[in-house]
Nanobody, 120 residues
């Protein structure tokens, strides 16, 4: 079983920064693609950023140049650095662990989410 715990959310003014952390336990994440998703009020959940096991990254267009995803496998942790935050970034942010070929169970694992509110 895998547990993912997101931390770092909060209230920030427009133009500010936050760093989210996703700490995994139960299984390592070194061979897995890790992703950050978000779900804003009245919106569908959307993928924000992804990082593969070898460090390749991908971002949704609306956050390119502002957000950076990274991972420290030795800490079993993934981060999302968010800069130049906008009110439309307000959402609950979730961490997801996708299965690797080495996983016995081919399923996704999700964290419980952390609230990010961008407001003056």
């Amino acid at each position: 079983q895998v547990q993912l715990v997101e931390t770092g959310g909060g209230l920030v003014q427009p133009g500010g920064s936050l760093t989210l952390s996703c700490a995994a336990s139960g299984r390592v994440i070194s061979a897995n693609t890790m992703e950050w998703y978000r779900q804003g009020p009245g919106k569908q959940r959307e993928m924000v950023a992804a990082i593969t096991h070898d460090g390749s990254t991908n971002y949704t267009d609306s956050v390119k140049g502002r957000f950076t995803i990274s991972r420290v496998n030795a800490k079993n942790t993934v981060y999302l650095q968010m800069n130049k935050l906008k009110p439309e970034d307000t959402a609950v942010y979730y961490c997801k662990r996708s299965p690797s070929p080495y996983d016995r169970y081919q399923r996704d694992y999700w964290g419980q989410g952390t609230q990010v509110t961008v407001s003056s």
